[in-house]
């Protein structure tokens, strides 16, 4: 009998050290976005492989502690994913997103604010490098800024990439059609919108359609970044008056537009808000032949095969693609500004307008607090965006422009650097800039004037209907109140 | 056949017998075997059925947020344009497909009936029935291509036969997108609907159609006088079968338009799953689903009484 109780004592003995041990390991799952270490596949034969190394390097470090990386689904798009991952709490504790999509979310309670942490010094990073004191000194003041969120007073987003999207063209075609490839301003081929349309038409009179882009509601970002660029330079000179008080320049956040169209500060009735709709309207001829329900992947092959000389893409990571895939001499051209030659409510604009920027960041999720690993987590966050880390990522696959002090950027993203140099779109993509909602029924409205479905007047008034009915939702759903645009 | 075969194995088991909590008793294994099934049914198909009900109204994200709201979801309905645009391309869509549907896998049928060869017969059947194990999503991949206004096929075969002049961004422009989705799975033989109608055809006695033929029927009497009504009810789950997987169908819209250009191809099924994981409403998504299953379930019950009121004529 007594042996039979020692037995019995001596298993549970053994099962609750078992135990004990396996509570002290602690496994942190991390998105790393255009960074996860993929297998190779035909579309993707070099895929990046260094976070590999660097998530190994992290885990000899620190015994116990296991890092694994998530791949976000490519079918599914990064709002259903979050809405998914976060709702069932199932959510990694480092995510990458759009800093504007983070103030969106904000109020769900999704993000842990990082204001405490980015003042700590960050170890990792050697001494006598910025950030090593503090690690906020790592990167840039414009990117803070540009990321911070005025509405809650915090920084969720730690950026430590910018990208910056263009016109690649086919140089061999467009000569043999004729076309000056020389640019006329120092980041684009043309010296406004007019002559890119006329150069565009050029092309069409060769009997080539001239941009491959997408407008499908599925992978609707090509359109999305004309649309918000765009419209940036129609209401550039009202965007100040439309901040929340003491901000410094930054894109809108949603509260700021929200209210500007709830206060009557921008409506589809806006003289400047029709000629807008009639400069894309006047752009959309020179878009590929079915557009609208094109994906992104469509778009690529007709501009990789020389199908047409534009296509309109990320100018940071497609790079790498476009190096392997094309069988031509090519360039990568931005947007031109947007002046009065096109509308007398364009007339202050000198340039254009970036879109990219320094868009995409890490963020630590509520997942961390509630599992009560927060130091945990940051202290892997810390290692993994700290410059000798880093700087390995980016230099092994080189899809973004890395932003932190003492990394320098890889000769095939040099092209690009002019591009982050202009001025950042104050009004983002359609989604971002109000709701999903918005977003979506703005893009469709837009396919059916562009398609002939519905007249000027009839999406004005449409558009009109779905700012007002979205900018009242998206007010109640935050309880914010609009009094201090009328200030 | 099905009962009595049933009544002669409750008599093999003994269970049949005796007042009914004995009967029960007896027969406890197998009530026992069909818990599991049916809770599993309840648990997975009937209580996510029923929640759709209850959440329908809510204000519920996914999440937190669940603010009861009363009938408000359904009287946004009622002004979604959204909604009676996708409800009306929905009816055009279904109306083409139950026809086509049924029409053309009761020719394949007739086709085989009417062969002599039981070999042919037998190889024909599993061409009808192969497409069976081609993956869905690649069907439409493969259609997709077909449209590719650039380099698909048909503007490729229009161009091969000097038709330059029909070539078409044929989902891309909201005139021909529907027509374009219709005509997806073309030539429309659909494995379980022709199955079906098969075996209503087989089992039409021999007699009846040698009967016909001494009386000079032709191919054309037969089928209206015999064929058609002998197979009424099989044609009829055909149809309803049809119309049901037309209505739920949301992964064709959103794999080949996802609903576009513009709302020209968005259906209420498509309508709903953007509405619960792309904008997260869930309560109103579930509205949409309540009505899309109050719409199938009337027409369903139409069906069934049209048809057996015929059958009764």
Same mark, same amino acid.
């Given at each position: 009998?007594?042996?039979?109780?020692?037995?019995?004592?001596?298993?549970?003995?053994?099962? @609750?050290?078992?135990?004990?041990?396996?509570? !002290?390991?602690?496994?942190?799952?991390?998105?790393?976005?255009?960074?996860?270490?993929?297998?190779?596949?035909?579309?993707?034969?070099?895929?990046?492989?260094?976070?590999?190394?660097?998530?190994?390097?992290?885990?000899?470090?620190?015994?116990? *502690?296991?890092?694994?990386?998530?791949?976000?689904?490519?079918?599914?798009?990064? %709002?259903?994913? &979050?809405?998914?991952?976060?709702?069932?709490?199932?959510?990694?504790?480092?995510?990458?997103?759009?800093?504007?999509?983070?103030?969106?979310?904000?109020?769900?309670?999704?993000?842990?604010?990082?204001?405490?942490?980015?003042?700590?010094?960050?170890?990792?990073?050697?001494?006598?490098?910025?950030?090593?004191? &503090?690690?906020? !000194?790592?990167?840039?003041?414009?990117?803070?800024?540009?990321?911070?969120?005025?509405?809650?007073?915090?920084?969720?987003?730690?950026?430590?990439?910018?990208?910056?999207? @263009?016109?690649?063209?086919?140089?061999?075609?467009?000569?043999?059609?004729?076309?000056?490839?020389?640019?006329?301003?120092?980041?684009?081929?043309?010296?406004?919108?007019?002559?890119?349309?006329?150069?565009?038409?050029?092309?069409?009179?060769?009997?080539?359609?001239?941009?491959?882009?997408?407008?499908?509601?599925?992978?609707?970002?090509?359109?999305?970044?004309?649309?918000?660029?765009?419209?940036?330079?129609?209401?550039?000179?009202?965007?100040?008056?439309?901040?929340?008080?003491?901000?410094?320049?930054?894109?809108?956040?949603?509260?700021?537009?929200?209210?500007?169209?709830?206060?009557?500060?921008?409506?589809?009735?806006?003289?400047?808000?029709?000629?807008?709709?009639?400069?894309?309207?006047?752009?959309?001829?020179?878009? *590929?032949?079915?557009?609208?329900?094109?994906?992104?992947?469509?778009?690529?092959?007709?501009?990789?095969?020389?199908?047409?000389?534009?296509?309109? $893409?990320?100018?940071?990571?497609?790079?790498?693609?476009?190096?392997?895939?094309?069988?031509?001499?090519?360039?990568?051209?931005?947007?031109?500004?947007?002046?009065?030659?096109?509308?007398?409510?364009?007339?202050?604009?000198?340039?254009?307008?970036?879109? @990219?920027?320094?868009?995409?960041?890490?963020?630590?999720?509520?997942?961390?607090?509630?599992? $009560?690993?927060?130091?945990?987590?940051?202290?892997?966050?810390?290692?993994?965006?700290?410059?000798?880390?880093?700087?390995?990522?980016?230099? %092994?696959?080189?899809?973004?422009?890395?932003?932190?002090?003492?990394?320098?950027?890889?000769?095939?993203?040099?092209?690009?650097?002019?591009?982050?140099?202009?001025?950042?779109?104050?009004?983002?993509?359609?989604?971002?800039?109000?709701?999903?909602?918005?977003?979506?029924?703005?893009?469709?409205?837009?396919?059916?004037?562009?398609?002939?479905?519905?007249?000027?007047?009839?999406? /004005?008034?449409?558009?009109?209907?779905?700012?007002?009915?979205?900018?009242?939702?998206?007010?109640?759903?935050?309880?914010?109140?609009?009094?201090?645009?009328?200030? | 056949?099905?009962?009595?075969?049933?009544?002669?194995?409750?008599?093999?088991?003994?269970?049949? &017998?005796?007042?009914?909590?004995?009967?029960?008793?007896?027969?406890?294994?197998?009530?026992?075997?069909?818990?599991?099934?049916?809770?599993?049914?309840?648990?997975?198909?009937?209580?996510?059925?029923?929640?759709?009900?209850?959440?329908?109204?809510?204000?519920?994200?996914?999440?937190? *947020?669940?603010?009861?709201?009363?009938?408000?979801?359904?009287?946004?309905?009622?002004?979604?344009?959204?909604?009676?645009?996708?409800?009306?391309?929905?009816?055009?869509?279904?109306?083409?497909?139950?026809?086509?549907?049924?029409?053309?896998?009761?020719?394949?049928?007739?086709?085989?009936?009417?062969?002599?060869?039981?070999?042919?017969?037998?190889?024909?059947?599993?061409?009808?029935?192969?497409?069976?194990?081609?993956?869905?999503?690649?069907?439409?991949?493969?259609?997709?291509?077909?449209?590719?206004?650039?380099?698909?096929?048909?503007?490729?075969?229009?161009?091969?036969?000097?038709?330059?002049?029909?070539?078409?961004?044929?989902?891309?422009?909201?005139?021909?997108?529907?027509?374009?989705?219709?005509?997806?799975?073309?030539?429309?033989?659909?494995?379980?609907?022709?199955? /079906?109608?098969?075996?209503?055809?087989?089992?039409?006695?021999?007699?009846?159609?040698?009967?016909?033929?001494?009386?000079?029927?032709?191919?054309?009497? &037969?089928?209206?006088?015999? %064929?058609?009504?002998?197979?009424?009810?099989?044609?009829?789950?055909?149809?309803?079968?049809?119309?049901?997987?037309?209505?739920?169908?949301?992964?064709?819209?959103?794999?080949?338009?996802?609903?576009?250009?513009?709302?020209?191809?968005?259906?209420?099924?498509?309508?709903?799953?953007?509405?619960?994981?792309?904008?997260?409403?869930?309560?109103?998504?579930?509205?949409? $689903?309540?009505?899309?299953?109050?719409?199938?379930?009337?027409?369903?019950?139409?069906?069934?009484?049209?048809?057996?009121?015929?059958?009764?004529?």
């Amino acid at each position: 009998m007594f042996k039979r109780l020692l037995f019995v004592l001596i298993i549970a003995l053994v099962f @609750g050290a078992f135990a004990g041990l396996a509570q !002290d390991e602690v496994t942190i799952y991390a998105t790393v976005g255009a960074y996860y270490p993929d297998e190779p596949t035909d579309n993707n034969p070099d895929p990046p492989r260094m976070m590999n190394e660097i998530v190994a390097e992290y885990e000899a470090m620190n015994p116990g *502690v296991n890092i694994e990386l998530i791949d976000t689904p490519d079918n599914i798009s990064g %709002d259903q994913w &979050r809405s998914t991952v976060f709702n069932g709490q199932n959510e990694p504790h480092i995510i990458v997103n759009n800093y504007i999509r983070v103030w969106q979310e904000q109020g769900n309670d999704w993000y842990v604010p990082l204001n405490d942490y980015i003042e700590m010094p960050n170890p990792y990073i050697p001494e006598g490098t910025p950030g090593h004191e &503090r690690w906020a !000194d790592a990167i840039p003041d414009v990117v803070w800024n540009t990321t911070f969120h005025t509405g809650s007073g915090n920084q969720y987003v730690v950026t430590v990439n910018a990208v910056a999207v @263009g016109f690649y063209y086919n140089i061999d075609m467009l000569e043999a059609n004729g076309i000056d490839t020389e640019f006329d301003i120092s980041y684009s081929l043309w010296q406004d919108w007019a002559t890119m349309i006329d150069e565009m038409g050029a092309v069409a009179a060769a009997g080539h359609e001239p941009l491959a882009m997408s407008m499908s509601t599925a992978t609707p970002y090509t359109y999305n970044w004309f649309d918000g660029t765009s419209l940036t330079s129609f209401y550039i000179d009202h965007i100040e008056s439309w901040w929340e008080p003491g901000a410094s320049w930054h894109a809108l956040n949603q509260r700021e537009f929200a209210c500007a169209i709830q206060n009557g500060l921008i409506s589809a009735h806006d003289d400047a808000f029709v000629d807008w709709l009639q400069l894309l309207a006047e752009f959309e001829p020179m878009w *590929v032949d079915g557009y609208a329900t094109m994906t992104w992947d469509e778009a690529y092959r007709l501009f990789i095969t020389g199908e047409v000389p534009f296509l309109l $893409g990320n100018a940071a990571s497609q790079t790498l693609n476009v190096t392997r895939d094309a069988d031509f001499n090519w360039g990568i051209s931005y947007f031109p500004p947007i002046t009065e030659t096109s509308s007398p409510h364009a007339a202050n604009n000198d340039s254009a307008y970036l879109v @990219g920027g320094f868009t995409a960041g890490f963020t630590m999720t509520d997942r961390a607090r509630r599992e $009560g690993i927060e130091d945990q987590v940051i202290d892997f966050f810390m290692y993994m965006t700290a410059q000798p880390q880093w700087g390995r990522v980016v230099t %092994d696959s080189p899809r973004s422009i890395p932003t932190q002090f003492g990394l320098d950027v890889p000769d095939a993203l040099k092209p690009t650097v002019a591009f982050l140099e202009l001025p950042i779109r104050a009004l983002k993509d359609p989604d971002p800039r109000l709701s999903r909602r918005y977003g979506e029924d703005h893009r469709r409205l837009m396919q059916e004037y562009f398609t002939g479905q519905i007249d000027l007047e009839t999406l /004005i008034a449409e558009e009109d209907r779905l700012m007002t009915r979205e900018a009242r939702v998206v007010i109640a759903e935050n309880e914010w109140t609009c009094d201090f645009q009328m200030e | 056949m099905f009962r009595s075969a049933t009544r002669s194995s409750s008599h093999a088991l003994g269970i049949s &017998r005796g007042p009914l909590p004995l009967r029960l008793w007896r027969a406890k294994w197998l009530y026992l075997a069909l818990l599991v099934p049916v809770t599993l049914l309840l648990l997975f198909e009937w209580l996510p059925a029923f929640s759709a009900l209850y959440n329908s109204l809510y204000i519920w994200n996914g999440g937190k *947020v669940h603010i009861y709201v009363g009938l408000e979801h359904y009287e946004r309905l009622l002004s979604d344009r959204t909604f009676r645009v996708a409800l009306s391309n929905l009816v055009g869509f279904v109306i083409f497909r139950v026809v086509m549907q049924t029409v053309l896998p009761f020719f394949a049928a007739e086709m085989i009936i009417n062969l002599r060869s039981a070999r042919w017969s037998y190889w024909w059947k599993i061409i009808f029935v192969f497409p069976m194990v081609v993956p869905t999503i690649l069907n439409y991949l493969i259609w997709r291509f077909i449209y590719n206004p650039q380099v698909g096929l048909l503007n490729e075969g229009l161009e091969l036969l000097g038709l330059d002049a029909y070539t078409h961004a044929w989902l891309g422009d909201p005139l021909t997108a529907m027509w374009a989705l219709a005509f997806v799975r073309f030539p429309w033989l659909p494995t379980l609907q022709f199955l /079906i109608i098969l075996g209503g055809l087989q089992t039409i006695p021999h007699e009846v159609h040698e009967s016909a033929s001494i009386d000079g029927a032709g191919f054309w009497r &037969r089928l209206l006088y015999i %064929d058609i009504p002998m197979t009424r009810r099989q044609i009829t789950l055909a149809m309803i079968l049809t119309m049901l997987f037309m209505t739920q169908r949301f992964d064709l819209f959103l794999v080949m338009t996802d609903g576009g250009p513009g709302y020209s191809t968005m259906v209420p099924a498509l309508q709903l799953f953007q509405s619960a994981f792309s904008f997260l409403e869930f309560g109103y998504a579930s509205a949409i $689903g309540v009505v899309l299953f109050v719409g199938m379930l009337a027409l369903t019950v139409i069906n069934l009484r049209v048809s057996s009121g015929a059958a009764a004529d």
